[in-house]
């Protein structure tokens, strides 16, 4: 196996050499006769053309004869040019410059002599020194009967390489050459440019060089025919060398492995392996159904049988089938097959769907690019039949919307019924209305851009969605929060009361601090700000009235100025001005205070202390976490939080050994898309809890608490200071792609290019075209000009029809459309 | 007469009249004339309409008008008063923008009272009602008009001080004189066109022929022209006259062939139906400046060539006709009468030479010439606007119309803004995840777009790595190498210009626009669309002047990097997700290389902490707590799709482990790795 597989790198960088080197430039040697002679070694080949010194005539033979230096220099042949001067003729030097002509020698031995048009490209001089050199190794033959000659001559003893091309000297002649150069001494090679063979052989379409291989080697009895495997690939020299690779390979392996480890020749070339599962019970009848799907997908896939009793790995009970396809990282398929012939078209339609993929790659008309692939566009547009409770929202319009937002508290959401995001968030401002039914306070309207743009853009709303709300007269404030439901909700709620109320005694502050003041709004805000003034800190209760107004709808804010202010300030032993932050889920007051602090510092203030020390992350929370920029460590949990693991972790918290971090909880039930983010850091998932350190601003690493140690503070404290020195080892590295294109865009840039070139050859057409005949074919017919458009037409008609193989080379096809009668 | 007579008689009286009129002048001369920032030439519709974005803008400016009251041209024209604007009053749309792109009388205002459907329920309006709807835009906007005042020198004053390097000093008829710094002529297209061939005299102009049908029955009738008003004249008496004969220099076009609003409309062309139905009525083609026209001693008129008439006799019924030669001539019958409708011209004669206001090329001799930007080509400041301004774009848009010209005025004021008062063409910024939407919203809606095709457009600047924009409105397009310069805006960082246009193939007079299979419904066909529909061009450069200019025949921009059309629409709504939306996200995505689908809370959360770098929509929305919430409604249509999935599902299955992160957008599709992102790449190239 090792050796068959360097013998195929060989292969391939051989192969890759005729291809690059077609276009490197290296320089033909320019020797006199005499030099030239002198240089010949014995046993070595060589291509010399012999021509007169300063010709100019048969320069591109000369630039083809050169791209062939470098090809023919990877079979050990040398080329040469000698200039025929005047003083030092040899018998090669022709007499005249058309008389020119190529010799092959090999030592001194002249093995023979070709005219310049024989050898009109450089695949025919690679491909007809090939032909002289390996004289022996490819025969070439006229006769049906010439190759059953050969065909008996070879069987038990050797496989052939039968190959049929439409001319001697075409790409398709040097592939086949190159193959018989590397594979020339294994196989019998038969060449024939003969189709009368071809078609006593069953071959349909005989338009193309065709290839077979012949399995002649394993038949021992004379009258038995040797079985023929055709190459469906076109023929060049990778696909040949790709293809007699798979003919070497074994007809069916059997395996005891993972079918996701098992490597083969196959996969290697990039073709599919197909396992058939069978038992031991049935092993003869398994390996008699695996042969015959071996054969049929002989050049197509690696065939194998796995029996499953000898395996550890666990197959699904009813899969008989296991798919494996070449790419790296695919998972394996499990199969449920119950015909050969279902087998043969699976494999088939995976080998042209991937080709039809490769096709999508690199064509841009590929039929995928009106295929929605925007989730939310393709939700709303699946959802349009469904009839949302709109009346529960009150529809604005331009007479409307003054008298509206001037006589009430109103919510206004400005969308627009084409956008998508707008439908989206349509739908949850309408379960907002269903929540909030005839229990707000506040009116929620809705304004349609696309019929009333004025009154849009007069609102200053030139994108969607937007919500604003209008209340008291005053400036309409803006919604930041979260597009959905629970947010929209909290922002109506916690609007109901000013920001910031009015607190009028001491006892009422208590109570606002306890939360009992706005019991029903407590859920909706995680903290109840207070700020504490002396009646005479007017500056300070601006800045703070100013902040309140920034945290319109987020936060509870409330303010208390009385005289005897002072027996809160003494109570939370803060000096004046201050600001109390009552945590109602911790059951916690802080006190801070706010000499000289400016509204936005304010809002700062609070907004850092509602983040919780050990929150439990969810989809809606994250950004606000995100803003830290600090490594996070998620505690992945299924269900609530093992009381131990957060006793653990909120005691590192208190040891302040976890400052570099964001610590926080991830409960799988609500956030099940936890689940696809374990599934991006894990190969195989280990029990839950699972303890994480997520590096998503510098690296993007992601480390991992093992599992089998137990969440304990001096276990993980361990693992963190092993994390910080290095020594651990990342799970994974999350990618750090850029978000590209999904798909391509039409080009119609190139299209309208083509288009062009191609009216300027219809136009040439109707030039050439007697215009006669024209008129009598159409004899309303009266203006050449409307040929213009006709001509775009068909070409539009043409494309759509014959997909994209085609549309790469419109010209030559619409030509001889259209121009029947000049060419 | 009189006043010889009375001259002796008031002798006295009268030399000191003579002296106080002339003391007046002379001290109204010494001291400095009047000044005005702007001063507007004419008080029609395009003078109006410039009257009030000053107005709007509170700049200092006057309209000068010859007549009593505004739109004097329409006290008079067109003769038969049918106005052939259409005054469409219903679309079944509320989108008062769009319903702009189907009012072709309307001046722009923020007044929805002054719609001109609130002034007429005819379909083709009453001209009397067009001065009427005039009369009132000009009051309640409170436009600062002096009329009866008739401007009849135009000089201009070299002056360092002024904004252009120079002042225009206008002299009314009593000799009053305006200084200005920058003036707006919108004095329309006011002289007859006349063609000097040997007996032009005997022709009746369209400017004075009779429009009472009895004047023309049982006569012979020779109508000159082939324009709107020559057919609206044979329309009016079509019934009475024998027959009428059409004669012109090249073929009639129809409006409806030609997509051009000046070309014949359907309205007027009752007699082409009378022609082609063997009616005794007719068309001909001939060279107008060849013919001349003899009057025998019956008064009849008979049609030669000038060459007979130059030949010296001239002796009216000795003139050789060209029957006497050809026995089968066209035109050999006499006619009654020969009216002449041959257009109107621009009146030169006021502008003194020292503006260089000259008239444009062969084509445009009827309108001075001016750049893209409206702006005289001989002097600085000098801007044309309203009818004359058309040669911008004769016989291709709409700019000679009310429906076209109020969005050049408004243009050229935003320049002027710009230029004078260093104010900025309107433009909003956007995150680019708005990108799609703005420029969905404005073809769907914008009428200047619409009306102006090809000449005004849309344009969007990237600001630096393309995560936000900015979107102006109606830029005139052929000026796009100065945008920087006309809008005070910066195009660093690559650009879209948003046009509309008709199919390359589609317009013309001989074409026929009603062929089987005119329409093209593929998105993958859309560059072959004929009907008027959005085209979108990328630059990463703004074009330079030299580009502008030697662009490619045919193309109203310079090639750009690429080039997207989207697909024509039977009701002119390009808002379906798939046919319209798509395609026009993958363009901009794949000019701007990036990825703009819009994605739910759920997956950008997934995102956050799966990948380093997240889509634009993530970043401009989740990440500033303002995340798409799915509702569960929506949810279950994204798991069906296949597009998210349902991690919370009992059916959702550990996936397989050799899957790559990378893998993991929603619905397992790939967002930037692997296959998908190649394509993009080897895009680039090709653009």
């Known amino acids: 196996m090792s050796s068959s597989f360097s013998v195929f790198r060989v292969g391939i960088s051989f192969a890759m050499m005729c291809i690059f080197h077609v276009s490197a430039v290296d320089f033909l040697p320019e020797l006199s006769p005499q030099k030239f002679f002198s240089t010949l070694q014995p046993g070595k080949a060589i291509l010399a053309y012999f021509c007169q010194a300063d010709s100019s005539s048969t320069s591109v033979f000369l630039e083809e004869l050169n791209e062939a230096v470098e090809p023919l220099q990877d079979y050990g042949i040398s080329v040469a040019k000698v200039n025929c001067v005047t003083e030092e003729t040899s018998r090669y030097c022709g007499k005249e410059e058309d008389l020119m002509k190529v010799y092959l020698f090999r030592g001194s031995v002249l093995l023979r002599e070709f005219p310049t048009d024989t050898l009109f490209d450089v695949n025919a001089i690679v491909a007809h020194v090939l032909f002289a050199l390996l004289f022996n190794e490819v025969k070439y033959i006229t006769t049906l009967g010439d190759l059953q000659n050969i065909e008996d001559a070879r069987k038990g003893k050797t496989n052939i390489v039968f190959s049929y091309v439409r001319a001697i000297g075409t790409p398709e002649h040097r592939a086949v050459m190159e193959a018989a150069f590397v594979y020339g001494t294994t196989y019998q090679f038969v060449l024939t440019t003969e189709i009368s063979i071809l078609e006593s052989i069953g071959t349909e379409d005989i338009e193309y060089a065709h290839l077979y291989f012949f399995h002649c080697k394993p038949v021992l009895d004379l009258s038995q025919q040797c079985k023929r495997t055709l190459m469906e690939q076109s023929l060049t020299t990778l696909n040949v060398h790709q293809f007699i690779k798979t003919m070497e390979a074994p007809l069916l392996t059997e395996v005891a492995e993972d079918p996701q480890q098992v490597s083969t020749v196959h996969l290697q070339l990039g073709l599919p392996l197909v396992f058939i599962v069978g038992q031991q019970a049935t092993y003869e009848a398994d390996r008699i159904t695996a042969e015959w799907v071996a054969w049929r997908l002989l050049g197509k896939a690696g065939v194998l049988l796995l029996l499953r009793d000898s395996l550890e790995v666990d197959i699904p009970q009813d899969a008989n089938v296991i798919f494996k396809r070449a790419e790296e990282g695919v998972p394996v398929e499990f199969l449920v097959l119950n015909d050969v012939e279902l087998i043969v078209s699976h494999v088939e339609s995976d080998i042209y769907g991937t080709q039809t993929e490769e096709d999508e790659v690199s064509d841009m008309d590929g039929p995928n690019m009106d295929i929605q692939d925007d989730e939310v566009a393709e939700t709303v547009y699946r959802d349009r039949k469904r009839q949302l409770p709109l009346e529960l929202t009150v529809e604005l319009t331009e007479e409307t919307f003054n008298a509206t937002v001037t006589s009430s508290d109103s919510i206004v959401l400005f969308y627009a019924d084409w956008q998508a995001v707008s439908m989206a968030l349509l739908q949850s401002y309408i379960d907002v209305a269903i929540k909030l039914k005839g229990t707000s306070s506040m009116l929620l309207t809705r304004v349609n851009c696309a019929d009333w743009s004025h009154v849009c853009t007069k609102q200053n709303v030139t994108e969607f969605p937007v919500v604003k709300m209008y209340k008291g007269g005053e400036n309409p404030v803006s919604y930041a929060g979260m597009l959905g439901t629970e947010d929209l909700l909290k922002f109506i709620q916690l609007n109901r009361i000013s920001c910031p109320v009015n607190i009028t005694s001491v006892k009422e502050a208590e109570e606002y601090l306890s939360g009992e003041l706005f019991k029903d709004l407590i859920s909706y805000s995680t903290l109840s700000v207070l700020g504490l003034f002396h009646p005479t800190m007017t500056t300070a209760k601006e800045e703070f009235i100013e902040a309140g107004s920034y945290l319109k709808g987020c936060f509870i804010t409330g303010i208390y100025s009385g005289e005897d202010v002072s027996i809160l300030s003494n109570k939370y032993a803060v000096t004046l001005p201050a600001l109390l932050l009552a945590k109602h889920k911790e059951g916690k007051i802080e006190s801070i205070p706010l000499a000289n602090t400016h509204g936005q510092d304010i809002v700062q203030i609070v907004r850092n202390a509602s983040l919780e020390t050990f929150p439990e992350i969810t989809v809606e929370n994250l950004p606000t976490y995100l803003r830290l920029k600090k490594p996070l460590l998620i505690l992945f949990s299924d269900g609530s939080i093992d009381p131990q693991h957060k006793k653990t972790i909120l005691m590192l918290i208190k040891e302040k050994h976890l400052d570099l971090l964001t610590p926080c909880w991830l409960n799988l039930n609500n956030t099940p898309v936890g689940r696809g983010v374990l599934q991006a850091y894990f190969h195989v998932l280990p029990p839950l809890p699972l303890l994480v350190v997520v590096n998503l601003h510098s690296g993007g690493q992601v480390f991992a608490f093992p599992s089998d140690q137990a969440v304990t503070e001096q276990n993980l404290l361990l693992w963190l200071k092993k994390l910080e020195a290095g020594q651990e080892s990342h799970i994974t590295i999350l990618p750090a792609q850029e978000w590209k294109p999904p798909l391509p865009a039409y080009d119609f840039l190139s299209m309208i290019d083509a288009a062009a070139s191609h009216t300027r050859k219809v136009s040439e057409c109707v030039k050439e075209t007697d215009v006669q005949e024209d008129y009598k074919e159409q004899p309303e017919d009266q203006s050449a000009a409307r040929k213009e458009p006709t001509g775009i037409l068909r070409m539009k008609h043409w494309n759509r029809s014959n997909g994209f193989e085609e549309a790469k080379k419109p010209f030559r096809h619409d030509n001889k459309e259209l121009c029947p009668k000049v060419s | ?687």
């Open chain 2, 1 to 687: 007469m009189g006043l010889s007579v009375a001259a002796p008689l008031w002798g006295p009286l009268g030399l000191f009249l003579a002296i106080a009129l002339h003391s007046a002048l002379s001290v109204h001369r010494a001291s400095a004339p009047a000044h005005r920032d702007y001063c507007v030439l004419g008080a029609g519709p395009a003078g109006l309409q410039m009257a009030y974005f000053l107005q709007q803008a509170g700049r200092d400016y006057t309209v000068f008008e010859r007549a009593p009251g505004p739109g004097s041209f329409f006290t008079r024209y067109p003769r038969h008063r049918k106005l052939i604007s259409i005054n469409k009053r219903y679309t079944g749309k509320a989108n008062a923008e769009f319903n702009l792109r189907h009012d072709w009388n309307s001046l722009l205002s923020h007044d929805p009272q002054l719609l001109f459907r609130h002034y007429s329920s005819a379909y083709f309006p009453d001209a009397s009602d067009m001065v009427r709807y005039l009369g009132d835009f000009a009051d309640r906007l409170g436009l600062q008009v002096r009329y009866n005042t008739t401007i009849t020198h135009v000089a201009l004053n070299k002056d360092r001080r002024a904004w252009n390097g120079h002042y225009f000093i206008l002299t009314d008829q009593k000799g009053h004189t305006f200084q200005c710094s920058v003036l707006l002529v919108a004095t329309g297209l006011s002289v007859p066109n006349q063609v000097d061939v040997p007996g032009s005299e005997y022709m009746d102009g369209y400017e004075s022929v009779s429009v009472d049908p009895k004047d023309f029955v049982g006569q012979n009738v020779l109508i000159l022209g082939r324009g709107n008003a020559a057919f609206e004249t044979a329309e009016n008496i079509l019934g009475v006259t024998n027959f009428i004969h059409m004669l012109s220099r090249s073929r009639v076009r129809l409006s409806w062939a030609t997509h051009y609003v000046g070309d014949l409309r359907a309205i007027n062309n009752g007699l082409l139906d009378t022609y082609q139905l063997k009616s005794l009525d007719g068309l001909l083609e001939s060279d107008l400046t060849d013919l001349a026209i003899v009057k025998d001693h019956k008064g009849k008129f008979h049609i030669t060539l000038k060459a007979f008439v130059e030949e010296g006799n001239q002796d009216a019924d000795a003139v050789t006709l060209p029957q006497d030669e050809s026995d089968n001539f066209a035109m050999r019958v006499p006619y009654d009468r020969v009216i002449r409708c041959l257009g109107w011209n621009f009146d030169f004669s006021i502008f003194s030479k020292s503006l260089r206001l000259s008239s444009g090329g062969d084509f445009s001799k009827k309108y001075p010439l001016v750049r893209a930007s409206y702006e005289s080509k001989g002097s600085r400041g000098l801007f044309i606007l309203g009818t004359a301004s058309h040669s911008v774009d004769y016989r291709k848009s709409a700019g000679g119309f009310i429906h076209g010209f109020r969005y050049t005025a408004r243009a050229v004021h935003r320049l002027l803004e710009q230029r004078h008062h260093g104010v900025a063409w309107p433009a909003t910024e956007h995150p680019v995840t708005q990108l799609a939407s703005a420029i969905i919203r404005r073809i769907n809606e914008a009428s200047g777009l619409y009306q102006m095709f090809s000449v005004l457009a849309d344009v969007v600047l990237m600001k630096e790595n393309a995560t936000a924009f900015e979107y102006l409105e109606e830029f005139p397009m052929q000026m796009l190498a100065q945008l920087e310069t006309i809008t005070g805006r910066k195009a660093r960082h690559g650009l879209f210009v948003v046009n509309m246009e008709y199919g390359r193939n589609f317009s013309g007079p001989d074409k026929d626009v009603f062929y089987y299979d005119r329409s093209v419904g593929y998105t993958e066909d859309a560059w072959l669309s004929n009907f008027l529909h959005p085209v979108i061009y990328y630059y990463r450069h703004l074009p330079t002047e030299q580009e502008v200019r030697f662009r490619p025949a045919d193309w109203p921009l310079p090639r750009p990097a690429a080039i997207h059309h989207v697909v024509e629409d039977f009701l002119t709504d390009w808002t379906a997700p798939v046919g319209h939306i798509l395609p026009l996200r993958r363009f901009l995505e794949n000019c701007l290389d990036m990825d703009l689908r819009s994605f739910y809370a759920e997956s950008c959360f997934l995102f956050a902490l799966t990948r380093q770098k997240l889509p634009p929509f993530c970043q401009q929305g989740y990440l500033r707590t303002q995340g798409l919430v799915a509702t569960e409604n929506l949810r279950q249509h994204g798991v069906e799709s296949g597009l998210l999935q349902d991690y919370a599902a009992a059916g959702w299955h550990w996936q397989d482990s050799n899957q790559q992160p990378g893998h993991q957008g929603p619905g397992g599709y790939t967002p930037a790795p692997g296959p998908p992102g190649q394509p993009s790449d080897s895009n680039k190239e090709e653009l």
